[in-house]
C-alpha cells in the first residue's frame, strides 16, 4: 500500500539508527532486509524497523523525516520509546505486513 512515511530503523535495541521516507513502507523494508539498498543502513546492517509515522504527503513526510535528522539521539530514542517501548520488529518479514506499535494499539482501544 502506497502511504507517505518516515521511519527508523536500528541495528538493535538503543543502537544505531537510520530514519528514512517512503511511500511504500512494505517494499522498503523488503529492500532493507534484503540488502539491496547500497549505503548507512546496508553498511550497519540495519532491519530493525521501531518507528514509522504516516502523512497525508509525501512533502509532508519528508520535511518531517528533515526534522528528525535534525534532532539530537536522546530526542530520536525518546521518540521510540514511546511509539515502541520494547524496540521490537514492527515489519513481518514473513508477510511483508507492517504491525502496530504499542502506542498505536492503545490509542485504538480508545
Known amino acids: ?8 530503523l536500528a541495528s538493535q535495541p538503543d543502537g544505531v539508527l537510520y530514519i528514512g521516507v517512503t511511500s511504500n513502507l512494505s517494499a522498503r523494508m523488503n529492500e532493507h532486509i534484503q540488502e539491496l539498498r547500497p549505503g548507512f543502513s546496508k553498511r550497519y546492517g540495519l532491519k530493525l524497523l521501531v518507528y514509522y509515522e504516516l502523512h497525508e504527503t509525501l512533502p509532508g513526510a519528508i520535511a518531517r523525516e528533515k526534522q528528525l535528522k535534525e534532532w539530537r539521539r536522546a530526542w530520536k530514542v525518546r521518540l521510540i520509546a514511546a511509539f515502541n517501548p520494547e524496540w521490537r520488529q514492527l515489519f513481518d518479514v514473513a508477510t511483508g505486513e507492517i504491525t502496530f506499535a504499542p502506542a498505536d494499539v492503545a490509542r485504538e482501544r480508545f
Open 1 to 8: 500500500m502506497k502511504v507517505p512515511c518516515v521511519y527508523i
